[in-house]
């Protein structure tokens, strides 16, 4: 069996950055280089200003520190990277088509396709592929045929192996993994992926399949957690008719060893790039082959997070007697979740477009994501125009800013932060009644009650 000693990773996004830092600090001996087009994104990764890395995730510029110009590197030159290692891994962006066949359902399988593509043009030694992108099931096929079709005759060996980190804790995922799965046909090409894991991976946790089993894995891991999400989401609605607190039922429920406490904390639903993207491509593999009942079964997670947004923002404004118009109303938090500044899918976006077509001031406060990034998430709904959106919301860097004289306060990320704010102040600087929505039951009840706050939580 051939050793390791280069890699290459094809895409530095939130899967590429992050695993590869770690791969390379645990692997000192191997070479790393993680190529992408984006100029802009592979400048931020060699910042010296470690603050300015393009993916924000805790603990991950100690690794980049330890580990870049070491072993591992970022750069645009794809051709020589790939035709340098010996085992390649693509994680490029796999988005829900926007058009054609499957548009709004489907993996857009394009850049997955040009870079096989690629591959195959540079590659004049034998290279294992490594499929880190989610990807719906048999694309290693279309992989491999692409490769053996028009390649220069050298031999390609396809592996699965998907990641399982989640953002805002990529590090401690990445460090300490549940499993590792490797799924493949050759054993040899999957023994050496083993063994740039096993440098700090105990091999129990390193499971390996077929190559179908584990590109299945990955988009089913995905549909369980968001189905617990929907699934505590559906009875948080039914706790507000009856009284029930859904935390209470969380806690109860998550006691019993069977169903466990992880993933149950009730919210305005759930976003990242993930759990929309792969349950819609479970759901078109079932319908492709006329599996009704379940393609069914598991588009039902998205109608009731789709519902659980709406019922949030019309919450609001039914609150707020039924008109929103000309009120601000200040969003903390606008990233899917805590600790990552990453946007997709998140909540926020939706709420926020609801509380826009009633013509809302909307005033966003996030930690850590930037103002063009908020405008060009609303922008890319296509609702309205860039104009109005910008005419409607308002991205500041202050807190207080953001809900001085507002009307309301959206909460819509976790993020830490909100919960030691001044909260005195605060209602002392709002319009009366001062109107607090928490879509993550975050705060205090009995705290922001006794300051004379109205305050609604999702499921109480
Ligand atoms: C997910 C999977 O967890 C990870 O294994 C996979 O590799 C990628 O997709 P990620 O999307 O980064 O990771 O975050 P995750 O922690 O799973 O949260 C997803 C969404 O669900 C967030 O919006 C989060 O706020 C929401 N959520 C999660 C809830 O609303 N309630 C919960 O109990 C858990
Ligand atoms: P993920 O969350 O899956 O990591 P991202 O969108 O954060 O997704 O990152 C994917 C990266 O892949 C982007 O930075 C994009 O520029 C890069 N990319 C897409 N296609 C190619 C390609 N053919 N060659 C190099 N980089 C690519």
Known sequence: MKEIKKITCIGAGYVGGPTMSVIAQKNPNVTITVVDLNQARIDAWNDTDLEKLPVYEPGLDAVVAEARGRNLFFSTNVEQAIDEADMIFISVNTPTKTYGKGKGQAADLKYIELCARQ??????SDKIVVEKSTLPVRTAAALKSILDNTGNGVNFHILSNPEFLAEGTAVTDLHNPDRVLIGGEDADAIEAL??????????????????WSSELSKLVANAFLAQRVSSINAISELCEVTGANVDEVSRAIGYDSRIGSKFLKASVGFGGSCFQKDILNLVYIARSYNL??????????IILNDHQKARFAENIIQTMYNTVNGKKIAFLGWAFKKDTNDTRESAAIYVADHLL???AQVIVYDPKVPAEQVYKDLDYLGTRSPEDNRRLVTVVNDPYEAMHGSHAIAILTEWDEFKCYDWPRVKEDMKKP???FDGRKLLDRNKLSMLGFNYYAIGE
């Open 119 to 124: 591959i195959a043009a540079v590659a004049k």
């Open 194 to 211: 083993v063994q740039v894991y096993e440098a700090w991976v105990p091999r129990e946790r390193i499971l390996t399949t077929n190559l």
């Open 292 to 301: 009704t009942e379940v393609a069914d079964y598991w588009e039902q997670v």
């Open 357 to 359: 077509e009633e013509e």
């Open 434 to 436: 001062a109107f607090v």
